[in-house]
């Protein structure tokens, strides 16, 4: 695919997007049906699409409208991009610039109002304001970034060293951060990580540093009984499975079984013990834990940056639903 190509197809998935279908979703029909994508046409469609959707309304402002197009005509020409190398209106590249669209990008988006400026729907900014306070602007706009990839060191099968030794053969440069032990940040390659040796053999995890400090925060030490009670994925089941050394029993459940379908395989590769409950199983434990790990369902506010798309379909009504449901759920 040419580079104005790779715009023509995120600007016809972002319309897609924006008529209601899940950015998941919509990528991986692309994904299946565009035989002539390769690798790398894929993971750069992905890109335009994921950062469209951070800065939606910002740059849907700029570009003219709430569409694919004024999107990203306007993250591609504020990236620095000459239109003419992109948008030529030849074979499958998108039309040229209009004079309007040329105007509204140059105008930037001084006189929006802070909703837009910021990319948040109109509903939350009265919130964000009193939970932030003047830290606001500046978490707001970090929020407008792609996140970095942190990774997790899993102690049951290596250190920070030899870890980042290994992530460093295969040109993945990463670098030690304060907020939790074990916690590396990619600097370099993160592309690479999927294909890495650490990766494959369960050295590390991927997972953001603020979700290993709450696990860690949690103090399991080895000869507990912990239960991860709203386990996912079980990110956090792992980062725990490694405080506690392989010693006591380790226990996960959620209220939807099939989101923990991947944990067994994770966990066997990190050489982790994790017993996965039955409903049956949860009913017979009784008050049997030393700790119980409760990470609640909640707006998912905090990973707006891996998941712009969740910004977008929060609603006042979702959001005055999560802490009904967190009290049921404590």
Known sequence: ???????????????????????????????RSSRYAGSKD???VRDWVYAGLRRRRSLGW????????????AAALTSGSDPSDFFTGTGFDPDPPTTRELAGIAQGVSGAPDAVRWDVPDFLVSDLRASLGEKMPAILEAMQERAPVDLRVNTLKSNVDAATVVLARDGIMAEPLALARGALRVLENPRSLASSRAYSQGMVELQDVSSQFAALFAGARPGMRVLDYCAGGGGKSLAIASQMRGQGELLAWD???????????????????VRVLSADDLKQLGASCDIVFVDVPCSGTGAWR???????????KMLDSYPPLQDRVL
């Open 1 to 31: 695919m040419t580079p104005g190509a790779r715009l023509s197809a995120a600007i016809g998935l972002l319309d897609q997007i924006i008529a209601g279908e899940p950015a998941e979703k919509a990528l991986t029909r692309w994904s």
């Open 42 to 44: 894929r993971a750069a």
């Open 62 to 73: 700029m570009g003219g409208g709430d569409s694919g197009r004024g999107i990203i005509i």
């Open 255 to 273: 209220a939807n079984p099939r989101r923990m379908n991947d944990l067994p395989v994770r966990a066997s590769r990190a050489n982790a013990n």
């Open 306 to 316: 891996r998941n712009p798309d969740s910004k977008w379909r929060l609603t006042r």
